[in-house]
T-cell receptor, first 110, second 118 residues
């Protein structure tokens, strides 16, 4: 079963703008991960935040986690056309199993 | 580092034939490998988890006799779709975790295999 909902399902912005994607999950997690997928390709790991963390940064990425609301958000700052892809959140268990959200399709227009 | 390959990248077969997909960890030992399928514009659905040398654990609703998984070594897992039918057409993606070396939290994904059953 899928982890939960992601919103928006699709996001279209201009280069230079920030992109925010949200994810809600249903089950208990050990960590929350975000992945990126270019069309027809495999997934690339972006960032992992543990259940005892609230915020994490990596380059232009900022992820937050609110375990009380069972939600996470991914912020991509100063977006580029190359950021165009699908973004998935995934709840991770202590033994490595991931359950993916529905994904957000991000389009960044040059 | 942490590269996972899949072969073939695309396969087209006739209904009723079996198809084998290979997943290899190229530069690390994969203690656990996962198999997912993804339909167009949808998310990844976990099919099964396999640990080297033991039987795969299948998710609910996945037919183990239909999707045979073998994890014979720490760098290779195979998925065989037996007696494939058009409804098995999908994008199959494997991933691997690196155990003590790379940890068990992050999964490293292969590029996927597009299966089309005519």
């Amino acid at each position: 079963s899928q982890q939960g909902e992601e919103d928006p399902q699709a996001l279209s912005i201009q280069e230079g703008e920030n992109a925010t994607m949200n994810c809600s999950y249903k089950t208990s997690i050990n960590n929350l991960q975000w992945y990126r997928q270019n069309s027809g390709r495999g997934l690339v790991h972006l960032i992992l935040i543990r259940s005892n963390e609230r915020e994490k940064h990596s380059g232009r990425l900022r992820v937050t986690l609110d375990t009380s609301k069972k939600s996470s958000s991914l912020l991509i700052t100063a977006s580029r056309a190359a950021d165009t892809a699908s973004y998935f959140c995934a709840g991770g268990t202590s033994y490595g199993k991931l359950t993916f959200g529905q994904g957000t399709i991000l389009t960044v227009h040059p | 580092g942490a590269v996972v390959s899949q072969h073939p990248s695309r396969v087209i077969c006739k209904s009723g034939t079996s198809v084998k997909i290979e997943c290899r960890s190229l530069d690390f030992q994969a203690t656990t490998m996962f198999w997912y399928r993804q339909f167009p514009k949808q998310s990844l659905m976990l099919m099964a988890t396999s640990n080297e040398g033991s039987k795969a654990t299948y998710e609910q609703g996945v037919e183990k006799d239909k999707f045979l998984i073998n994890h014979a070594s720490l760098t290779l897992s195979t998925l065989t779709v037996t007696s494939a039918h058009p409804e098995d057409s999908s994008f199959y993606i494997c991933s691997a975790t690196g155990g003590a070396t790379l940890g068990t939290d992050t999964q490293y994904f292969g590029p996927g295999t597009r299966l089309t059953v005519l």
